[in-house]
């Protein structure tokens, strides 16, 4: 089993890799993202955009909406990667969109690793989120 360190580690790599298949030729922001399923797979996705800007999707909606529709019902956790070296924290962090829907898949205590930046759990993310029950 590995340990959280290992799991951030390995999440952070895969988001990395994934952030070299970004189609972002509009904002020349390239994105990665990482999930990993209660099945032990890594799921990778990356942000693609599109002429019709608003049709744009982040990273992180592909990786969990690819997982999920590959048949995992939960995601444990996430890693998110900008590939630029010269962003700031906040140009690293998950937009609002991404949060509420990892918070449709992920537990509250779940873990988001913004590479670059830190480890936070959603609910630190996303407070008092909407949720349908
Ligand atoms: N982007 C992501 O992929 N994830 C985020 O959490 C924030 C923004 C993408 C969307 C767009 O393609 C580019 O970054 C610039 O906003």
Do not use: H, W
Not at 7 to 23: F, G, H, P, V
Not at 35 to 50: D, H
Not at 98 to 122: H, I, N, W
Request: glycine share 6%; charged share 15%; proline share 7%.
């Amino acid at each position: 089993m590995p340990s959280d360190a290992q799991i951030q580690k390995m999440l952070i790599a895969e988001a990395r890799q994934a952030s070299e298949t970004a189609y972002a030729p509009y904002s020349s922001f390239p994105v990665g993202a990482a999930v990993l399923t209660p099945s032990r797979e890594i799921i990778r996705g990356a942000n693609i955009e599109n002429a019709s800007y608003g049709l744009s999707i982040c990273a992180e909606r592909v990786a969990i909406f690819t997982a999920v529709a590959s048949g995992a019902t939960r995601i444990e956790a996430l890693a998110v990667c900008v590939a630029s070296e010269v962003n700031s924290p906040a140009e690293r962090m998950p937009c609002g969109a991404c949060r509420q829907v990892m918070t449709e898949f992920m537990d509250p205590s779940a873990m988001v690793y913004v590479d670059g930046v830190g480890a936070f759990p959603l609910k630190d993310l996303l407070p008092n989120a909407f949720i349908l029950k």
